[in-house]
T-cell receptor, first 110, second 115 residues
Framework: RKEVEQDPGPFNVPEGATVAFNCTYSNSASQSFFWYRQDCRKEPKLLMS???SGNEDGRFTAQLNRASQYISLLIRDSKLSDSATYLCVVNNQAGTALIFGKGTTLSVSS | DAGVIQSPRHEVTEMGQEVTLRCKPI?????LFWYRQTMMRGLELLIY????????DSGMPEDRFSAKMPNASFSTLKIQPSEPRDSAVYFC?????????????FGEGSRLTVL
């Protein structure tokens, strides 16, 4: 089983739609979880951390389910500028480095 | 402030040639990471350094790959000899001490094509 698994998509949605991405991770000892965003031919950038109680940042909501080893990202009221690849990220066993999923591609159209 | 700086941005070389990728982390950051990204495998961690010391190189694919960090402001990733399957985008990232452990700052990447 891969350390971090994501549905690659692509998810094609109209502007204003709500879209959710899911991710599973294999290491039950992982303590830190994040979502990164990567635009086409650009470097990844941190979008948001994921906290145990769930957290929100504007239109973005992240949730963590430790029992199921599952992380989600919900985007409400999608904008054209949200088109990107979203990478699910988990820290490694030692807690010192980050392991990235292969990403889920989102395309928002007008 | 300058971000992570990588060079070259693009390199095209022939199989068997030596390739050296360079990285200058953000000043004051004490952790440095080398990742490789391909369509097939996504973003893979190759090696990371803490305070210039290699901590984990288990992601380095084989002996053809080596990385060094002679000082806090410079790191290299060398491939010798290169093979077509090494074609990928190589990212360097840095992280500050005590910072949010999730925030890595990536360079723009070095896109390597081995013919």
């Amino acid at each position: 089983r891969k350390e971090v698994e994501q549905d690659p998509g692509p998810f094609n949605v109209p502007e204003g739609a709500t879209v959710a991405f899911n991710c599973t991770y294999s290491n039950s000892a992982s303590q830190s979880f994040f979502w990164y965003r990567q635009d086409c031919r650009k470097e990844p950038k941190l979008l948001m951390s994921v906290y145990s109680s769930g957290n929100e940042d504007g239109r973005f909501t992240a949730q963590l389910n430790r029992a199921s080893q599952y992380i989600s990202l919900l985007i409400r009221d999608s904008k054209l500028s949200d088109s990107a690849t979203y990478l699910c990220v988990v820290n490694n066993q030692a807690g010192t480095a980050l392991i990235f999923g292969k990403g889920t591609t989102l395309s928002v159209s007008s | 402030d300058a971000g992570v700086i990588q060079s070259p941005r693009h390199e095209v070389t022939e199989m068997g040639q030596e390739v050296t990728l360079r990285c200058k982390p953000i000043s004051g950051h004490n952790s440095l990471f080398w990742y490789r990204q391909t369509m097939m495998r996504g973003l893979e961690l190759l090696i990371y350094f803490n305070n210039n010391v290699p901590i984990d190189d288990s992601g380095m694919p084989e002996d053809r790959f080596s990385a060094k960090m002679p000082n806090a402001s410079f790191s290299t990733l060398k491939i010798q000899p290169s093979e077509p399957r090494d074609s990928a985008v190589y990212f360097c990232a840095s992280r500050g001490q005590g910072a949010n452990t999730g925030e890595l700052f990536f360079g723009e990447g070095s896109r390597l094509t081995v013919l």
